[in-house]
């Protein structure tokens, strides 16, 4: 399986994975992987053109017919998303595995958007400094790869996401 777990002392599960059907899912077999895992609901933060382009395939559409709630926050390859959209997105992401259902964050490879965006979830939901956070991704994701601006949004983000 090609899921990578990200810990957060929720009820559900949130994990990471490449793009399915992409590059990095050669074999294809990652929604059989979701569907293995119970997953319900996906944070999609790859643009639709770029899985168009990576898949040959509609995602949104498959996801639908897979009966997921889709999550979309297009974020440019090796960019940072929007912080007004970023902010809803984590919590609904935070409000649906807190509901014990079990989450999917992907990107392309899985190890840029979807590792920020899981970094970023810790940081809100296990208190994490930006340092910390960091840390904790190393732990869980040694092979992430995060931009410079990545690393600086995962810092100096501060934005309150629920009530404490």
């Known amino acids: 399986m090609s899921l990578t777990v990200y810990p957060l002392n929720l009820r559900g599960q949130v994990?990471?994975?490449?793009?399915?059907?992409?590059?990095?899912?050669?074999?294809?077999?990652?929604?059989?992987?979701l569907k293995a895992a119970d997953?319900?609901?996906?944070?999609?933060?790859?643009?639709?053109?770029?899985?168009?382009?990576?898949?040959?395939?509609?995602?949104?559409a498959v996801y639908r017919e897979e009966g997921l709630t889709v999550f979309p926050l297009p974020t440019p390859?090796?960019?940072?998303?929007?912080n007004s959209q970023l902010a809803d997105v984590l919590k609904q992401a935070r409000a649906r595995a807190s509901d014990g259902h079990n989450v999917l964050?992907?990107?392309?490879?899985?190890?840029?958007?979807?590792?920020?965006?899981?970094a970023l979830m810790a940081k809100d939901v296990l208190g994490?400094?930006?340092?910390?956070?960091?840390?904790?991704l190393g732990q869980h994701k040694p092979d992430a790869l995060l931009t410079p601006a990545q690393i600086l949004v995962l810092?100096?983000?501060?934005?309150?996401l629920h009530v404490r």
């Open 105 to 118: 964050i992907h990107c392309s490879a899985g190890l840029g958007r979807t590792a920020l965006f899981a």
């Open 77 to 82: 390859n090796y960019g940072i998303p929007s």
């Open 15 to 33: 994990y990471g994975s490449p793009m399915p059907f992409g590059l990095y899912d050669p074999g294809g077999t990652l929604l059989q992987d």
């Open 39 to 60: 997953i319900s609901a996906i944070v999609l933060l790859a643009e639709i053109e770029e899985c168009r382009e990576k898949t040959g395939r509609d995602l949104l």
């Open 128 to 136: 994490l400094s930006g340092e910390e956070a960091i840390n904790w």
């Open 155 to 160: 810092l100096s983000w501060e934005e309150p």
